[in-house]
Structure formats: C-alpha cells, structure tokens
C-alpha cells in the first residue's frame, strides 16, 4: 500500500516537474529577434550624448532598432556602438533608450556581441530582454527592476 502511493506521489511530482520546466521554457521564448539597422540617424545617435560619462567622439557607426518594450505605445531604442573607440577586444556598447518627450532614459547599458531577443515574458510589465552572444554558449536574460533592466 505504502508502495504504491510513493509511486503515485512520485508520478505527481515528475508530472508538476515537467510542467514547471515547460512553461519556463515557454517564459523565455522569444517574441522578436532584433535586428539591428546598418546606421543610425544622427538624431538617434545624438542619443549617446546622454550618457552619464562623456565619450568623445561619437561613435562612426550605431547600429539600432526601435521596439516597445512596455506595450506604451512608444517604442524604445536599441543601439549598438560599434566602434573601435567605443568597444572592447571583443564586445561592444548596446544601450536601450526611453524617449517621453523631452525626456531621454536610459534603460540598459551592456557590453556584449549579441544577437537581440525580445522575450513574451515580462517583469514589472516590460518584456524581459536576451543576448545570444556568438562568443558565448550561455544567454544572459536582463529584467526590468522597476528603474532599469538588470
């Protein structure tokens, strides 16, 4: 008797570990894949005089898309610095801007080579963004915290 409900409660607990496992599977499928446009205009790459650090000159090329990452209907940039100047021995500045108004934020700032995923879920209603890196076989995923992804 005893076995067999060790068996069942086993099963149950196999049953609910898979679910678990495939929903956050489905958590973190992507929604987009961003792909970043060859160059910026100069008015989204003014957007890097607004760092909180001066970095002269600015960058010859900024690679960038535009997305909403809130459901507010203004759609956030995503640029891409890809510069000698700007970048590391193997990775570069990606920044996420948040425009409302007059008003320019910055959102996220990371140094990586990725690829760009928007991801379904979210937290603290903005989507939850992922790096795919080619030098890396691991993602990072970077959550919203209420101020900036981190």
């Known amino acids: 008797m005893s076995h067999t409900n060790s068996l069942k409660k086993l099963s149950a607990a196999l049953i609910f570990a898979f679910f678990s496992l495939a929903a956050n599977a489905k958590n973190t499928k992507d929604l987009l894949k961003i792909a970043l446009k060859k160059q910026a205009p100069k008015n989204v790459v003014s957007l890097l005089n607004n760092l909180p650090y001066n970095q002269d000159p600015l960058p010859k090329t900024v690679l960038y898309a535009k997305f909403d990452l809130n459901n507010d209907k203004r759609k956030e940039y995503i640029l891409l610095a890809y510069d000698a100047s700007w970048c590391g021995a193997s990775y570069c500045p990606i920044f996420i801007f948040q425009i409302k108004g007059k008003h320019k934020k910055i959102l996220l700032e990371a140094n990586s080579d990725p690829e ?26 970077w959550h919203w915290n209420g101020k900036q992804y981190k």
């Open 116 to 141: 760009i995923h928007i991801l379904r879920h979210r937290t603290k209603g903005y989507h939850d963004i992922a790096f795919y890196p080619e030098t890396e076989t691991d993602r990072y995923i």
